[in-house]
Each structure stands twice: as C-alpha cells, then as structure tokens.
C-alpha cells in the first residue's frame, strides 16, 4: 500500500464527520443546498479553489500535478432519496441517504484530504478532477420539468448536465465508488427513459350526474392494467423493467377526476430494448385513455444510458482492491436492473463504478443504514486513491491503454446529446373526432 493510500487513514474523523452531517441533512437531486455548502467549505479549508455549478448545486476542483497526462475525474453524489418510513427520513420531505451517497461524499473528502498530503502528487502525472454531483437519482420529475422549463437545467441527471456544460472538458477516464453490502465489481446496469404521463378527463358532480364526466383516474387505472398485461412480452435478456406510480389521482371524492397524473421509467440493457418496449407501454396506456374517452399526454425525458464498466478499468479497480486491502470482492459480469447517469458518462469515456462494503438493507428502503463506516468511507477512498495511482503512476502508462483501447458508443459529446434530444416526446396521443371515431400518435 503506497504512502498515499496509507494517509486516508489520518483523515478518518474528518470522513466520519462529514458522513454523519450528511446522513443528517438529506436533500434530493437539485436541492443539495446545505450538502454542496458543507462540503465546499469543508474542500475550502483543505486547501482547495472550488467551481461552483452556475445556478444549480454541486461543484468540481482540479489537482494538476505540473507534469503532462491524461485527467482522471472522481465523482461523489449529493443527493438522497425519497422514503418516509424511514426512521431518520426529514419529517416534511421525507429525504433520506438510503442510498449511500453520503458515504461517497464523506470518501471523496478522505480523498481530497490525502490528495494535499506533502508529496502525495510526486509519483503522479496529469490532472485529477474531484467532483461533487448532483441529482443521481431520477425522481421528482415534475420538479425538474421546472428547472427545464425554467432554463436551470436541460437534463434530469446531474453527471449529463454537467458534462453538457462542459465542467467535464478534458476528462479522460472517470471514477466512482458506491456502497452496497459487500464489495463487489459487477459489469454494468441498465437505461431508462423517464415519463409523465398525464391522462385527461373531464370532470361533473361524482353522485349527481357522473355520466357527464370522463373519469381519468379510471383511464389511469386501465392504462397501468395494460402494460401489466404485456408484462410477458418482454425478453427477459432485454431486463425491461416497467414500475409506474401515481402522483395525482384527482382532488376531491365528489368530482369525477378530470386528471390523473403518473411517473414512470421504462429500464432496459440496450438502447435498442428500451425503445422497443417503450413504444409497446405507449400503445398501452393510450389504449386505457380510449377504453374511457379519455386523452393522454406522454412526456418522455432521456434518462440515463446503459452503464457499461470499462474492460480495462475493471481490471484497474480489481487490482486496486488488492492493493487497498478490500476483502471478499464478489466479482461478476452481471448487469444489475437499477440505473445511474455514470451511464451517460460511460457511453462516451472509459467508466468504472464498483462497490464498496458498509451498508445494510435494501437500497432506498427503510431499513438502509450504514453499519461499517470504515468499509463504507475510509476503504472506499483508499480504493479510490490506489486505482488513481495506477492510472497516473508510471507516465501514465496504465490510464494511456485504457484510453488508446477504448470504443466509445458515442464518437463525440455533441453525438450523445444529440441521442439524447431525439427521445424528447410530448402532446396528447388521441384527437376525437366528430364522426366518432379518433386518431391515435403512437
């Protein structure tokens, strides 16, 4: 283990520190106000000049080492979840890191600690970009429909919007380290595609005369048994995962509800399946509208790409592990069913997000919490460290073939953002027309 490595341990109090005022002031993707605040003034005492993101949370700092090479981007996310039930959730918001976000925060200050240490940079060349990002998570779609409309941000996902303002110019090869319940390598994890889904009814008096309305909770509720019923037509080699919820269903018993309101993401392992399932959702939540009269409007986002860690990075990051004493690394060619936007980065830069150990329960439930802090934070940045010093060590001999060796899906940012403006739908799906009969937009 390198001297480096070694000095995360000096800063274990300071990581510890920062990972419990996180885990006490959660905020979701957008909002991490205090979060980014914390750790800036945090970064601010280390010694570091931080940019601040123009308008929206979240920051970034460089370390040059003076010599020329490739520039290695270490990432941490801000953001929390939504989940009420759990007992340390904020009390209005129900915000709470049951993700373990907040570990990566604490691990990447543990980082940028060692990072100062007199000499930590010698061995090393080129440049390193430290990163605090927000909104990981895909919720509160409405929300961020908003911040869109409003000129704030044009993508849902912090690491996208970030790229699109080019705070990732001159990045070669990023890195992260999540948490989970045992460290592990897996090689990779689905897409999406994000949907507000509106259905459009018309109300009338629910007791007196409801034959004069068109109800769209009901049209809603046709349109989710829908995708239900095709559930079976999905290849299971695809990974399609479907998991609507409602957000608006009307707003008193009395009336008919005249709008209904769901999110929902579409999931899948290509970009191919993703889009081949979502036009099969489409025909059925338009079928539901029609059962009932009913109109409906689809609004798709981009969500995030399929994530696909690097060849060469993983065996970097198996390497590391040895190297920073991470025991018991399951490792695995598996594409886990959840998303993130490293996606979005992977598709155009040589990726690897493996997993730290430290949490217990299930993600983004109410019985996540962390039970080892030292694997979660503390293991997690020697990790981290020891696969950026095999990256920039050497003349950078290691960071070089990953870059010479990698096939990005996208040649060029402007050709993924290009992708990504493509998926923008919206408008209502049906016209009613006077003879009886409707023209559908699927």
């Known amino acids: ?24 002031h959660p905020e979701t993707g957008y ?46 996310e801000l953001d929390s979840v939504i989940c009420h039930s759990h007992k340390d959730s904020n009390k209005e918001t129900g915000a709470v890191h049951a993700c373990g976000h907040h570990a990566q925060c604490a691990a ?20 390193i970009r430290l990163c605090a990002v927000p909104a990981e998570e895909l919720l509160e779609l409405e929300y961020r429909s908003e911040l869109k409309r409003q000129g704030k941000i044009k993508y849902f ?18 890195i992260m380290v999540h948490t989970a319940e045992r460290a592990r390598i897996d090689g990779g994890s689905v897409g999406c595609i994000a949907k507000n889904i509106i259905y459009k009814g018309k109300s009338a008096h629910a007791g007196g005369a409801p034959w004069l309305g068109v109800n769209a909770l009901y049209a809603a509720t046709c349109g989710i048994n829908a995708v239900n019923a095709i559930r079976e037509t999905f290849r299971e080699p695809d990974l399609i995962r479907v998991h609507p919820i409602m957000t608006s269903g009307g707003s008193m018993v009395n009336a008919i509800p005249e709008e209904a309101r769901i999110e929902s993401y579409i999931r899948g392992a290509s970009f191919e399946a993703i889009a081949k399932a979502n036009k099969k959702v489409d025909r059925a939540l338009i079928g539901g509208a029609l059962s009932l009269g009913a109109n409906i409007e689809i609004i798709d986002i981009p969500g995030y790409s399929p994530f696909k860690n690097d060849e060469n990075m993983r065996d970097v990051a198996i390497e ?19 998303s993130t936007d490293m996606g979005d980065l992977s598709s155009v830069m040589p990726t690897v997000q493996p997993y730290s150990a430290g949490s217990r329960g299930a993600g983004h439930s109410k019985d996540f ?7 979660a934070c503390v293991k997690s940045a020697k990790w981290q460290i020891a696969m ?3 990256l920039l060590s050497d003349g950078a001999k290691r960071a070089k073939k990953v870059i010479d060796e990698f096939t ?19 408008g209502d799906r049906i016209v009613y027309n006077e003879d009886g009969t409707a023209e559908i937009k699927l």
């Open 157 to 174: 996902g912090g690491k996208a919007e970030f790229l699109r303002r080019g705070y990732f110019d001159g990045v070669d090869i990023a």
């Open 408 to 426: 990005p899906i996208f040649a060029t940012n402007e050709e993924f953002f290009a992708y990504q403006d493509s998926l923008c739908t919206s």
């Open 320 to 338: 590391a592990a040895e190297i920073a004493g991470i025991e018991d690394l399951f490792i695995t060619r598996n594409v886990i069913t959840g």
């Open 31 to 76: 909002r991490e106000v205090e979060t980014t605040a914390y750790l800036k003034k945090t970064f601010e005492e280390l010694g570091y000049e931080v940019t601040l993101a123009d308008g929206i949370t979240g920051f970034y700092t460089v370390l040059d080492t003076g010599k020329e090479g490739p520039e290695v981007l270490m990432l941490a």
């Open 1 to 24: 283990m390198s001297t480096v490595t070694k000095n995360v341990e000096k800063y274990r109090d300071l990581m510890v520190k920062a990972e419990r005022y996180i885990w006490e």
């Open 108 to 127: 990447l200050v543990g980082i940028a600690a060692a990072l100062k240490e007199q000499g930590a940079l010698d061995d090393l060349c080129g440049r």
């Open 369 to 375: 919490v962390i039970a080892d802090v030292d694997a």
């Open 388 to 390: 950026l010093e095999l």
